[in-house]
């Protein structure tokens, strides 16, 4: 079983910037891919990013593509998400994800979740 925890979300201005973070418990995190989606207000989750095991392969969605960037810390169990110039449209809940198997962009190819940290784009 392998939990996960985000930590990092809030309120912030337009243009600003956050760092999401994610740790999980266990002894698989070096063997797991690792996602991001999020929910937006009346919308469906989606895929935001994604970062293979040893942090080679990443995947960026186009919508937050030159403003989000991936990394992980295998030593530390721990996933991040930088965030810069936020927009309005970036308010969402944000949540990790954990994938035994190869990286994917569908939520079903995740088999662990965390609860999820709010993130909030002011003007």
């Known amino acids: 079983q392998v939990q996960l925890v985000e930590s990092g979300g809030g309120l912030v201005q337009a243009g600003g910037s956050l760092r999401l973070s994610c740790v999980a418990s266990?002894?698989?995190?070096?063997?797991?891919?690792m996602g991001w989606f999020r929910r937006c207000p009346g919308k469906e989750r989606e895929f935001v990013a994604g970062?293979?095991?040893?942090?080679?392969?990443?995947y960026i969605a186009d919508s937050v593509k030159g403003r989000f960037t991936l990394s992980r810390d295998n030593a530390k169990n721990t996933v991040y998400l930088q965030m810069n110039s936020l927009q309005l449209e970036d308010t969402a809940i944000y949540y990790c994800a954990a994938s035994g198997s190869r990286l994917g962009l569908r939520e079903y190819e995740y088999e662990y979740w965390g609860q999820g940290t709010q993130v909030t784009v002011s003007s």
């Open positions: 970062i293979s095991s040893g942090g080679v392969l990443r």
């Open positions: 266990g002894s698989t995190f070096s063997r797991s891919a």
